[in-house]
């Protein structure tokens, strides 16, 4: 599920396809399913869950938005 979101992370051309609702939608289910993973096994998954879950959900997207706003020029 992270390769399929890095990959359609890694061809948005824009901010907005960036935080469309497909893309929106796979990061909810990741989300998901990393924070079932911390607290169903806190000491075996845990601190893989939280580290997948903060990359891919929130940091990926962020500094991409970042990337293509200086590429663009706002």
């Known amino acids: ?3 399929q979101l890095e ?5 948005c051309s824009s901010v907005e396809s960036l ?15 990393c924070e079932k993973y911390m607290f ?6 845990g601190t893989t869950a939280r580290d997948k ?3 891919y959900v929130f940091y990926e997207a962020i500094s991409k938005a970042k990337r293509l706003k200086q590429v663009s020029g706002y």
């Not at 990959?7 to 061809?11: E, L, P």
């Not at 469309?20 to 989300?31: I, P």
């Not at 169903?40 to 998954?45: F, H, I, L, T």
């Open 7 to 11: 990959y359609v992370t890694s061809k």
């Open 53 to 55: 879950m903060w990359r």
């Open 19 to 33: 935080f469309g609702s497909e893309l929106m939608s796979r990061r909810n289910k990741l989300r998901d399913l």
């Open 1 to 3: 599920m992270t390769r």
């Open 40 to 45: 169903e096994a806190p000491e075996n998954n």
